[in-house]
């Protein structure tokens, strides 16, 4: 069990490195997935990781393999894309999914002929799959940092957001307030998915996102539940993933979401606002 | 007399360039109990969406007098409300208090008896921890009203509130609307129901995107005006010639 379990955490210090960042990015990221499936964006964090890969590649190319470079360029890049949609959204009569595609799109494109300049298709990888077991302490602390300011951020706009959410029309009607939860609920996204892809790379920083989020929704009916729920699914689907990886000599970015897919499916299945328990409470209605 | 609390100067609102209320000059004071009426697609919503702000003006002004537009309570014809999520009808209903408890501060002891209150008004105790996604329509309209209610405004706004609801709850919500004008505030409502608006309005203001009368109920509500009032022609005409009024 100890050998199991806890031995490789003890043993190796990148183990250790990995976990702390996975913890960070429970913290950070997931509670931004709860409020993006809650605005029906769930689909909007994977156009963003896209729309980072030109501000990163960018960054590569002027610096090498700089942390520091690359998250700037990849900050520049999605904040870029969140606000030019959400302004062509509020201006013109496009929805602001299209204009988020077609942003996304063009900043993709830009992205992958800047690589293909340069870089060979291995650091292409790099970007798109992500080094969660070669965090340097660089890494840590920006990954930390970006959780930390997630978390006062979102304390800080907790209650326009959910009613930004829950009933913009409403916020608007008595505050000025909206468009400074809208954007700056789009800026911690956008500084999470250039934490998570250095953890888990673009793609894969996603997931960490939105599964445990979506997860969590089929055991709660209530907001602050919904985040307890979404940030305890993820870290235990890091550590079980990491384990996972490490046991069966798995990429360790997969291993995870694969670990917070499997745990949404079993809530898919089991939780009470599942489908199992959703058929079974069917049969038996009350009085009154 | 009473002071003017919201005047509509030479308004014009619309939607590209057409207008769904034209040249419209009314003054509401400060108390009154004013239903808007007209037939579909004379400007009712429309003016009550340039009242808050949500729509600009494409000529003219609206003036509030002693009051922001952020002390407007608005009930829109259709909310953008989620109906699905996760949120109890209490923290809904709490929302009304904005004004008081803004991002940070707590309801307080005060703020909890107000809101319990509230939802005891609208016939809604017990439902405090229900998801709002459980209610009916009837019921969902009742937790707006006490959100309205919590929101202490001197100027509400309110856009077809009886659609579709039962006749108790229409009874209920009418007496709240009552209730606010003894308590001198001022109220605007849109209706279809002219009886209604007879037995529960004193003033009515018709409208066709040109205002056709205003005043008095039973004057404004005559035969004749409702007649001038049917003819509007609902479409915009996409060769109109640019107004020089």
């Given at each position: 069990m100890?050998?199991?379990?806890?031995?490789?955490?003890?043993?190796?210090?990148?183990?250790?490195?990995?976990?702390?960042?996975?913890?960070?990015l429970?913290?950070?990221?997931?509670?931004i997935?709860?409020?993006?499936?809650?605005r029906?964006m769930?689909?909007?964090?994977?156009?963003?990781?896209?729309?980072?890969?030109?501000?990163?590649a960018?960054?590569?190319?002027?610096?090498?393999?700089?942390?520091?470079?690359?998250t700037?360029g990849?900050?520049?890049?999605?904040?870029?894309?969140?606000l030019?949609?959400?302004?062509?959204?509020r201006?013109?009569?496009?929805?602001?999914?299209?204009?988020?595609?077609?942003?996304?799109?063009?900043?993709?494109a830009?992205?992958?002929v800047i690589?293909?300049?340069?870089g060979?298709?291995?650091?292409?990888?790099?970007?798109?799959?992500?080094t969660?077991?070669?965090?340097?302490?660089?890494?840590?602390?920006l990954?930390?940092?970006?959780?930390?300011?997630t978390?006062?951020?979102?304390?800080?706009?907790?209650r326009?957001?959910?009613?930004?959410?829950?009933?913009p029309?409403?916020?608007r009607s008595?505050s000025?307030?909206?468009?400074?939860a809208h954007?700056s609920?789009l800026?911690?996204?956008?500084?999470?998915?250039?934490?998570?892809?250095?953890?888990?790379?673009?793609?894969?920083?996603?997931?960490?996102?939105?599964?445990?989020?979506?997860?969590?929704?089929?055991?709660?009916?209530?907001?602050?539940?919904?985040?307890?729920?979404?940030?305890?699914?993820?870290?235990?689907g890091?550590?079980?993933?990491?384990l996972?990886s490490?046991?069966?000599?798995?990429?360790?970015?997969?291993?995870?979401?694969?670990?917070?897919g499997?745990?949404?499916l079993?809530?898919?299945?089991f939780?009470?606002?599942?489908?199992?328990?959703?058929?079974?409470?069917?049969?038996?209605?009350?009085?009154a | 007399?009473?002071?003017?609390?919201?005047?509509?100067?030479?308004?014009?609102?619309?939607?590209?360039r057409?207008?769904?209320?034209?040249?419209?000059?009314y003054?509401?004071?400060?108390?009154?109990?004013?239903?808007?009426?007209?037939?579909?697609?004379?400007g009712?919503?429309?003016?009550?969406?340039?009242?808050?702000?949500s729509?600009?003006?494409?000529g003219?002004?609206?003036?509030?007098?002693?009051?922001?537009?952020?002390?407007?309570?608005?009930?829109?014809?259709?909310?953008?409300?989620?109906?699905?999520?996760?949120?109890?009808?209490?923290?809904?209903v709490?929302?009304?208090?904005?004004?008081?408890?803004?991002?940070?501060?707590?309801?307080?002891?005060?703020?909890?008896?107000?809101i319990?209150?509230?939802?005891d008004?609208?016939?809604?105790?017990?439902?405090?921890?229900?998801?709002?996604g459980?209610?009916?329509?009837g019921?969902?309209?009742?937790?707006?009203?006490?959100?309205?209610l919590?929101?202490?405004?001197?100027?509400?706004?309110?856009?077809?509130?009886?659609t579709?609801?039962?006749?108790?709850?229409?009874?209920?919500?009418?007496?709240l609307?009552?209730?606010?004008?003894?308590?001198?505030?001022?109220?605007?409502?849109v209706?279809?129901?002219?009886?209604?608006?007879?037995?529960?309005?004193?003033?009515?203001?018709?409208?066709?995107?040109?205002?056709?009368?205003?005043?008095p109920?039973?004057h404004?509500?005559s035969p004749?005006?409702l007649?001038?009032?049917?003819?509007?022609?609902?479409?915009?005409d996409?060769?109109?010639?640019?107004?020089?009024r």
């Amino acid at each position: 069990m100890y050998d199991a379990i806890i031995a490789p955490f003890v043993e190796f210090s990148f183990m250790r490195r990995a976990l702390v960042g996975c913890l960070a990015l429970s913290l950070g990221a997931t509670p931004i997935g709860v409020f993006l499936t809650l605005r029906r964006m769930s689909l909007t964090g994977d156009a963003m990781a896209h729309a980072i890969l030109p501000g990163a590649a960018l960054g590569y190319l002027v610096a090498g393999l700089s942390l520091g470079a690359m998250t700037l360029g990849g900050v520049i890049a999605g904040v870029t894309v969140a606000l030019l949609s959400g302004l062509v959204a509020r201006t013109t009569v496009a929805r602001e999914d299209s204009s988020l595609a077609a942003f996304y799109l063009i900043s993709l494109a830009v992205g992958v002929v800047i690589v293909s300049t340069r870089g060979s298709n291995v650091d292409l990888l790099h970007i798109l799959f992500g080094t969660v077991l070669a965090l340097n302490d660089a890494a840590i602390f920006l990954v930390a940092g970006i959780a930390t300011v997630t978390l006062f951020g979102l304390a800080f706009i907790y209650r326009p957001l959910v009613m930004e959410c829950f009933d913009p029309g409403f916020l608007r009607s008595v505050s000025s307030l909206s468009p400074v939860a809208h954007y700056s609920f789009l800026v911690l996204a956008v500084l999470n998915l250039v934490g998570g892809f250095h953890a888990l790379g673009t793609l894969m920083a996603v997931g960490i996102m939105i599964l445990p989020a979506a997860a969590a929704r089929f055991w709660t009916r209530d907001v602050t539940p919904l985040l307890a729920i979404g940030m305890t699914a993820a870290f235990l689907g890091g550590f079980v993933g990491l384990l996972l990886s490490y046991h069966a000599s798995l990429p360790s970015g997969p291993a995870i979401i694969l670990t917070a897919g499997v745990f949404y499916l079993f809530s898919l299945t089991f939780g009470p606002d599942g489908v199992i328990m959703t058929r079974l409470r069917s049969h038996h209605h009350l009085e009154a | 007399m009473d002071s003017t609390i919201l005047q509509f100067v030479n308004l014009t609102l619309g939607y590209d360039r057409h207008p769904a209320v034209h040249h419209l000059d009314y003054a509401i004071r400060a108390g009154a109990l004013v239903a808007v009426v007209g037939p579909n697609g004379a400007g009712k919503s429309t003016l009550l969406k340039g009242t808050v702000g949500s729509l600009t003006p494409l000529g003219g002004e609206i003036r509030l007098t002693g009051i922001e537009v952020s002390d407007i309570a608005y009930l829109p014809q259709q909310s953008e409300i989620d109906q699905g999520f996760p949120i109890s009808v209490f923290d809904m209903v709490a929302m009304g208090l904005w004004r008081k408890t803004r991002a940070f501060r707590r309801f307080g002891r005060e703020g909890y008896r107000k809101i319990g209150e509230a939802l005891d008004t609208v016939g809604l105790s017990g439902f405090e921890k229900r998801p709002i996604g459980t209610l009916s329509g009837g019921q969902m309209q009742r937790a707006l009203f006490a959100r309205l209610l919590l929101q202490d405004a001197r100027l509400i706004l309110l856009d077809e509130p009886f659609t579709s609801i039962d006749s108790a709850t229409v009874r209920d919500l009418k007496g709240l609307i009552r209730r606010w004008h003894e308590e001198r505030r001022t109220v605007v409502a849109v209706l279809h129901d002219l009886d209604q608006v007879r037995t529960e309005f004193p003033e009515t203001l018709l409208l066709a995107r040109e205002q056709i009368a205003a005043g008095p109920t039973e004057h404004v509500l005559s035969p004749a005006n409702l007649d001038q009032a049917r003819r509007l022609t609902e479409a915009f005409d996409e060769g109109a010639a640019v107004c020089e009024r």
